[in-house]
């Protein structure tokens, strides 16, 4: 319910109030729950979401990375994670309005462009 009633706020300001509502859900390592949680807001903030993109993608990106660790080293929550990741990303990027692909755009490039293998996947991986 609390993220119904955040949801609700955002609709009314979502670019004032979308940078404030994000950053804690941020903070990696992230849970399923907080990403989750990242899903809600960003379908509900469509027309905002290009504000916070390089926010959003660096972090996504690069908890996308430390769950292929986790399936690697055999974490049973690892496939939920990645769920739960696959789904936000997805949102991000059908989220991003025409006027805010550039920055979109720039922030997965700059991903794409990075020295790790696993971040350039991803970041590829993103614009799918």
Known sequence: RAVLGICEMLRLRSRELLPVV????LKPPLSANNIRALSAIISTTKSAVHHVTHK???V????LVRSDGLAQGGDVHAE???SALDDCASKVAAA?????????????CSQVDDDEGPRRRWGVRFLE
């Open 22 to 25: 994000i950053g804690p859900l």
């Open 56 to 58: 959003l993608v660096p």
């Open 60 to 63: 996504l990106i690069g908890e």
């Open 80 to 82: 939920t994670l990645r």
């Open 96 to 108: 991003i309005p025409e006027e805010g692909f550039d920055w979109f755009l720039a922030e997965v």
